[in-house]
């Protein structure tokens, strides 16, 4: 056995085999029937041609096939990869011909983006339809196990979403994934030894991931059962459903395109959900908004850890949610990419709690680094990149240009630098900024968006606010922020936000011109479309 994805979770599977491990809608999968699918879907891909190393594409909505997809290609140490279920034709085929897929497998009702896809992608060898296309290959399977051994190098391939550029694919091997962001460093306990501990942990039968958060006394729930806010097709959802998974758990998937709150809630009382994990305040403050709405609606004493990635979560966000979910232990806050999923981390465990924004404590397996790669020394007021090391990616796919700027050797370790910006507090806290390629330079001065999001956002009359740059004759790039008005709140003057903005920020920070939506354009995993965005600013001006 090794630290391969497949390996690891027949063992949980052997271990565990009557214990449900995925929820979907009203279908619920136990450990023993999602490995027998997967192996029969496995088998079914190998009788369509494939092998080893191949790169098959999931085109999918959030469901239960997207998961048996992966683990059926995990079992052939075949190498799946995420497309965005609301990407078009042409990025469809860019994604494809990039990755090289041998295959796709996608949800019917995206079958017009696939009309003429062989043609623009020449390693594309077959397609595969949900529904009865799908079924009949699953159904004709063999349930057994009958693969070869497999490798901790086997690769595991994630796209990004493109928000700053083309989507790029980084490449992981299982075994540095597996550790770096599916449970197995273990937050309960030390990390895994050998790859044979996974069953003895899983059989402890209870939520391990609880382990230091719990009151002394308190054995948590039986079993830790996990819902994501954020898609398969994102890095957030797919971690987090594998992580559940791997660990012996029962990930809960949400079905709908767009996320309702109350449904959202009612699914947290239905299947006892213990972890909700958010994306920012995307997903942060409308559910505070629900709650409040809703006094003592819903009976959510289950929920015990709120987790955030993807996007950045508001101070006054994190400080309502405590005091509103009052049985919640902590709000664990993640700042990550598909390069690096934990490059800063804040735990908060009270409604009293500090909860700065985009403020986090320092890890050894974390620094922030000046352009000549050196660390920035604490209590300086100088911007560097946020550097990670420890298990990081090989690389990104046939990219060795943004490879080698991304991820570079710092006195004889491997470290990944995404391009998060960020500061150094004297007590080693880091601040972080944001993506410095999404940076405004204005004046001279650059502004990091997110720094002024962050401040826009405590602003009582808004419910949501993405700062971009525009064009300006006089200062190159001016800050203007795009604002989503709170329900049955006016939009503040320009005036206003300026003034609100310069008691935390300097001047030069404030937002120069303002533009008002009904609704702010937000991607499936919750981040700002700056296109959509940007298109609008343009459009205004």
């Known amino acids: 056995m090794e630290f391969n994805l497949a390996d690891l979770f027949e063992c949980v599977v052997d271990h565990v085999a009557d214990r ?49 997809t992966m683990l059926a290609c995990f079992k052939l140490r075949a190498v799946p990869f995420n497309v965005n279920d609301r990407y078009v034709a042409d990025e469809l085929a860019y994604v494809c011909t990039d990755a090289d897929a041998v295959a796709l497998v996608y949800d019917s009702d995206l079958a017009p983006h696939v009309e003429g896809l062989a043609e623009l992608v020449p390693t594309l060898r077959f397609t595969l339809a949900l529904g009865a296309e799908y079924d009949a290959l699953v159904a004709a399977g063999s349930p057994t ?5 497999r490798s901790p190098d086997d690769r595991y391939l994630l796209y990004t979403g493109g928000t700053t550029g083309s989507p790029k694919g980084v490449v992981w091997r299982q075994e540095d994934i597996f550790f770096a962001a599916l449970g197995g460093g273990n937050a309960g306990g ?3 030894g050998q790859p044979e501990e996974i069953g003895a942990r899983v059989l402890e039968n209870r939520a391990q991931r609880l382990g230091p958060f719990l009151p002394q006394g308190d054995p948590g729930p039986d079993q830790f059962v996990a819902l994501a806010l954020g898609p398969l097709a994102h890095a957030s959802g797919q971690w987090s459903a594998l992580g559940t998974l791997l660990g012996g758990g029962r990930a809960v998937l949400y079905l709908d395109r767009h996320v309702d709150m109350v449904r959202v809630l009612e699914l947290i009382v239905a299947e006892q959900v213990v972890a909700l994990n958010l994306v920012g305040d995307a997903s942060g403050r409308p559910l505070l908004d629900t709650l409040r709405s809703h006094p003592g609606a819903f009976d959510i004493s289950c929920l015990r850890i709120l987790g955030s990635g993807g996007s950045s979560l508001s101070a006054d966000v994190k400080r309502g949610l405590l005091t509103e979910l009052p049985d919640v232990l902590t709000v664990l806050e993640a700042i990550g990419s598909s390069e690096a999923p934990v490059q800063a981390l804040a735990l908060v465990g009270s409604a009293d709690a500090p909860t700065e924004t985009l403020r986090f404590a320092s890890r050894a397996t974390t620094m922030v680094v000046d352009d000549a790669l050196r660390p920035i020394p604490p209590g300086s007021t100088q911007v560097g990149r946020l550097a990670t090391t420890g298990r990081t990616p090989l690389g990104y796919y046939k990219d060795p240009a943004k490879s080698a700027a991304t991820f570079v050797e710092i006195d004889g370790r491997r470290w990944t630098l995404p391009g998060d910006m960020a500061t150094v507090d004297a007590d080693g806290s880091i601040h972080v900024l944001g993506r410095g390629s999404m940076s405004i330079n204005t004046g001279g001065e650059k502004v990091y968006p997110e720094e002024v999001e962050a401040v826009l956002k405590t602003h009582p009359q808004l419910a949501d606010a993405v700062v971009v740059g525009a064009p300006d004759s006089t200062w190159g790039e001016r800050v203007v922020a795009v604002v989503e008005p709170g329900a049955g709140c006016e939009v503040p003057t320009l005036d206003e936000l300026r003034d609100h903005c310069r008691t935390r920020l300097a001047g030069y920070k404030a937002p120069r011109a303002l533009h008002r939506v009904d609704q702010m354009p937000r991607t499936a995993a919750g981040k700002p479309d700056y296109p959509s965005i940007r298109a609008l600013v343009t459009a205004a001006s």
């Open 20 to 68: 449900e491990a995925l929820t979907c809608g009203d279908a619920h999968l136990t450990y023993r029937a999602l490995d027998a699918r997967a192996n029969q879907l496995a088998h079914g891909l190998a009788e369509l041609g494939v092998e080893a190393g191949d790169h098959v594409a999931c085109f999918l909505h959030t469901r239960a096939e997207y998961v048996e």
């Open 190 to 192: 030390p990390p895994i």
């Open 145 to 149: 196990r009958d693969f070869g051994p």
